[in-house]
């Protein structure tokens, strides 16, 4: 039962992720943590496992709704921010593995509030056209917020698309929906590479006993990937953020209610 409920999750969260370009990793560590009682840094390890197999296939799924060959158009984007995305995904690791459960849960809460008030103000952030900028100036904002994306990334397992969208948006002009996709082209080698960074430290041990949760979860994410793809013929995604927000905070205020396991 166990198993089934670890489909059906996965594959909720992932229509959510799906349809507007995230990992959806920032829904399901409330969900990790909170209803399947995983200790946080094993709720983040299975997070990014579950991510990237959710962030493949929304890219996939996608790709042949946004359209490949808009995506390559703007390689040069991706590769700007995956450069020091990578960077802060090796770093963020070492910070996870070396602080101790309950700092970490109370990193987790504080991203997560953060990531609510940015989903609820979407609006006031899309409002504004992209900053008019040089190049030089754009490739080092792009550095810089690809570093931070990626220490959050490795750090809180995620795959850091709410703050990867709108970094696309404001400083490189890009519509919202392409965004998405572009998001999910950057996130897939950052959780790769913070996956890489804890099977060298061999945390991955701590999930070994947990296979079959995760398979069930990731298949349930390929699905839900499928159905939030699709979802983006018909609808216009910018009103969900608003809706998102609200259900992160209350995440976020339930994960803080939360006492790690000893």
């Known amino acids: 039962m166990r198993n089934i409920w670890a489909f059906a999750w996965g594959a909720l969260v992932a ?11 920032e829904f399901r560590l409330p969900v990790l943590v909170s209803i399947f009682n995983y200790r946080t840094l094993q ?3 299975i997070n990014l496992i579950v991510s990237l197999v959710s962030v493949i296939f929304s890219f996939i799924f996608r790709s042949g709704i946004i359209g490949l060959e808009n995506v390559l158009d703007n390689l040069t984007v991706i590769i700007n921010i995956l450069a ?9 690791v070492n910070y996870a593995t070396r602080i101790n459960e309950k700092t970490l849960n109370r990193v987790v809460v504080a991203f997560l509030f953060f990531l609510s008030f940015v989903l609820i103000g979407h609006n006031l952030i899309f409002s504004f056209q992209s900053w008019q900028l040089p190049n030089l100036l754009r490739i080092g904002i792009g550095f810089v917020a690809g570093i931070v994306i990626g220490i959050f990334s490795s750090m809180l397992g995620v795959a850091g698309g709410e703050l990867i969208i709108p970094t696309i948006i404001m400083v490189f002009a890009i519509d919202i929906k392409l965004a998405g996709s572009l998001s999910l082209a950057i996130s897939i080698p950052t959780i790769i590479m913070g996956l890489f960074k804890y099977r060298s430290q061999q945390r991955l041990q701590e999930v070994k006993s947990e296979q079959k949760f995760i398979i069930s979860m990731a298949t349930g994410s390929i699905l ?39």
């Open 84 to 92: 020091g995305s990578l960077i802060g995904s090796y770093v963020g």
């Open 15 to 25: 229509i959510l992720g799906g349809l507007i370009g995230l990992g959806g990793a």
């Open 43 to 45: 709720a983040i390890i």
């Open 224 to 262: 839900g990937a499928f159905i939030g793809s699709n979802l983006l013929r018909y609808v216009a995604s910018s009103w969900l953020y608003v809706i998102l927000g609200v259900i992160l905070l209350l995440s976020a205020f339930k994960l803080a209610n939360h006492k790690p396991a000893t």
